[in-house]
C-alpha cells in the first residue's frame, strides 16, 4: 500500500525559532498533499492544500506567513512553522493524494504518522 | 459550512461485543465519506471509504454503512477485539471542495479483555 512519511515525529523547540517538518510519499507521485493540524483530543482541522509546483491554498484563518508550505516535488512537501510559539504546539499531519491513481472521487488521501511539536 | 459530528465520544466495552459507532453530517453533498482509525499519538489509517452512491462497504470486522439523504453512516465493527482500541473518525468529502476532508469529532473506543 502507499506509505506517506513524515520527519520529524517529535520537535521540541524554544519560542522563536522556525521549525521544518517534511512529508514523503514513498511509492507514489503525490501532486496535491494536505497538511492538517490536531489539537489534544480534538479532530483533524485542515489547515492547507499543497498543489506540486504551485503556491499553497490556506484554509480561513491559517496565517500563510506563519505556515510556509513548499511543495517542491512529486514526492516532498514541507511545512515551516516559523518564530513558533507555544500556542503552536500541536500534532501536525500530512496527507498525499496519488496522482496518477486516476478518478480523484474514487481515490483515498494516504496519512502520514504525524509530527508533534512543542513549543517552550 | 459543512460539520461532522460522532457519537459516543467514548465508548468502554468488553472484548467480544458488537458495537456502533454513529457519524452525523450536516450537508448531504459530498462525494463520498470515509471511516479511519487513528492509535494514540499517530497518524490515520483509512477503514473503509464509502461513495455517496453506495449504501454499504464491508472489510473483515468492519460494515459501514451511508445513509446520505439523512445524513447518517455508522461503523460496526463485529466481535470487538483489544486491538480495536483506538480512536475512531469519521471525514466527509463535501462535493464543494476539491478534496477536502471535514473530519469527525472522533470516538474514542476501548476494548477490555
Known amino acids: 500500500g502507499a506509505v506517506v512519511s513524515q520527519h520529524p515525529s517529535r520537535v521540541i523547540c524554544k519560542s522563536g525559532t522556525s521549525v521544518k517538518i517534511e512529508c514523503r510519499s514513498l511509492?507514489?507521485?503525490?501532486?496535491?498533499m494536505f497538511w492538517y493540524r490536531q489539537f489534544p483530543k480534538q479532530s483533524l482541522m485542515l489547515m492547507a492544500t499543497?498543489?506540486?509546483?504551485?503556491?499553497?491554498?490556506?484554509e480561513q484563518g491559517v496565517e500563510k506567513d506563519k505556515f510556509l508550505i513548499n511543495h517542491a516535488s512529486l514526492t516532498l512537501s514541507t511545512l515551516t512553522v516559523t518564530s513558533a510559539h507555544p500556542e503552536d504546539s500541536s500534532f501536525y499531519i500530512c496527507?498525499?493524494?496519488?496522482?496518477?491513481?486516476?478518478?480523484?472521487?474514487?481515490?483515498?488521501?494516504?496519512f502520514g504518522p504525524g509530527t508533534r511539536l512543542l513549543v517552550l | 459550512k459543512q460539520e461532522v459530528t460522532q457519537i459516543p465520544a467514548a465508548l468502554s466495552v468488553p472484548e467480544g461485543e458488537n458495537l456502533v459507532l454513529n457519524c452525523s453530517f450536516t450537508d448531504s453533498a459530498i462525494y463520498n465519506l470515509q471511516w479511519f482509525r487513528q492509535d494514540p499519538g499517530k497518524g490515520l489509517t483509512s477503514l473503509l471509504l464509502?461513495?455517496?452512491?453506495?449504501r454499504e462497504q464491508t472489510s473483515g470486522r468492519l460494515n459501514a454503512s451511508l445513509d446520505k439523504s439523512s445524513g447518517r453512516s455508522t461503523l460496526y465493527i463485529a466481535a470487538s477485539q483489544p486491538g480495536d482500541s483506538a480512536t475512531y473518525l469519521c471525514?466527509?468529502?463535501?462535493?464543494?471542495?476539491?478534496?477536502?476532508?471535514?473530519f469527525g469529532t472522533g470516538t474514542r473506543l476501548l476494548v477490555s479483555p
Open positions: 464509502i461513495q455517496s452512491s453506495q
Open positions: 496527507s498525499a493524494r496519488d496522482g496518477l491513481a486516476g478518478d480523484m472521487l474514487q481515490e483515498t488521501q494516504y
Open positions: 511509492d507514489f507521485q503525490a501532486t496535491t
Open positions: 471525514a466527509v468529502h463535501p462535493d464543494t471542495g476539491f478534496q477536502k476532508l471535514v
Open positions: 499543497s498543489n506540486e509546483g504551485s503556491k499553497a491554498t490556506y
